[in-house]
């Protein structure tokens, strides 16, 4: 996104540095980054197809021999794509929703990892361009997110703490809009039948919601706008747990330092395990869980130190407190619940 440099107030002071001293991607990193992203646009356009579709009989595959057992799963996976696909062709304004939910859903990882990449080139750091990593499209959200990775020492406090916040910061920025237009299209609830996922709001969608006179009810359908944000606040919020190398996790080190970034950490893990059993144990939800395997992991993972430990300033420290009510505004501790 063009203005993800914009992130980076122009009050901050920030030294500058030719984008000699940072190393520009190559012809084959454009077209490695870019077909990524394109495999990733097809399964998430598949992912919003499958939100919005009703369901579809798929007769399973008849297995005679061993080969077919063992392809049992594949074969009817590849059968259910392939019926969700021939669908869509049919009804056109499925595949609208479809391109819709993935559009928005990709402009929102694309505005938070290229804040982090316009971050990283003003200071001169040497970061590639974002990596999109698809997933199988009847899994989660049809991508496992985006990330890039920084091949070059942070010089300083101020620019792991710039570098940190600028992408979650510059994504909740096109995440409210998408939220914006996803609330004012919501449809009337109906009643739930069977098995069902509720999609609980989190707090940025419930203040809309006041603003524009919208009541939220879990079981109103959803519509592409509104997962498309709904998953990009999620992600926001992950990220910005204050553990490990996670931008929640930079900033904290950048804040408190490095003795307290620790026992933030596992304070933030502790916490969320609980919430872990509580969401299953009250809603009948495993997402918790997920969160805690992630923390748990990013806790082994070692934080660099930055070689230079200057004061942040007063500026930061601003950016720093809404950066946090950012994070209260996407987190939600239930996010998902299983009828």
Not at 71 to 97: C, E, F, H, N, W
């Amino acid at each position: 996104m063009s203005e993800s440099a914009r992130v980076i107030p122009p009050f901050i002071d920030v030294p500058f540095v030719s984008s000699r001293q940072g190393i520009r991607p190559t012809a084959r990193e454009w077209v490695q980054h870019g077909a990524l992203f394109f495999v990733t646009l097809i399964t998430t356009t598949i992912a919003g197809i499958v939100t919005a579709a009703p369901d579809i009989d798929v007769p399973p595959p008849t297995p005679v021999t061993l080969i077919d057992y063992l392809l049992y799963i594949p074969q009817y996976y590849v059968r259910t794509v392939g019926a969700l696909l021939s669908l869509a062709l049919m009804k056109p304004d499925l595949l609208a929703q479809g391109v819709i939910f993935s559009t928005m859903l990709l402009a929102i990882l694309t505005a938070h990892e290229m804040g982090h990449y316009v971050a990283c080139r003003r200071y001169g750091v040497s970061a590639t361009l974002p990596f999109f990593v698809p997933a199988p499209p009847l899994f989660l959200a049809g991508t496992f997110g985006a990330f890039i990775k920084i091949r070059s020492p942070i010089p300083s406090r101020r620019a792991l703490f710039d570098i940190g916040l600028a992408g979650p910061l510059a994504g909740f920025i096109v995440a409210v809009p998408v939220a914006v237009i996803g609330i004012l299209t919501m449809r009337p609830p109906v009643p739930a039948e069977g098995y069902a996922i509720i999609f609980h709001d989190p707090l940025l969608f419930r203040i809309i919601a006041k603003l524009v006179g919208k009541t939220l009810d879990p079981y109103s359908p959803t519509n592409p706008y509104y997962m498309a944000s709904w998953i990009g606040l999620l992600v926001t919020s992950l990220n910005l747990m204050p553990v490990g190398q996670l931008d929640g996790g930079h900033a904290t080190f950048a804040v408190f330092g490095q003795r307290s970034h620790k026992f933030i950490g596992l304070f933030a893990f502790a916490a969320i395990a609980i919430l872990a059993g509580l969401g299953f144990y009250w809603y009948g939800s495993p997402s918790g869980f997920l969160y805690s395997l992630l923390l748990a992991i990013m806790l082994k993972v070692r934080h660099p130190q930055p070689e230079d430990v200057e004061p942040l300033g007063t500026a930061r420290f601003w950016i720093a407190i809404i950066t946090l009510m950012v994070f209260l505004l996407s987190f939600w501790p239930f996010p998902i619940t299983i009828t």
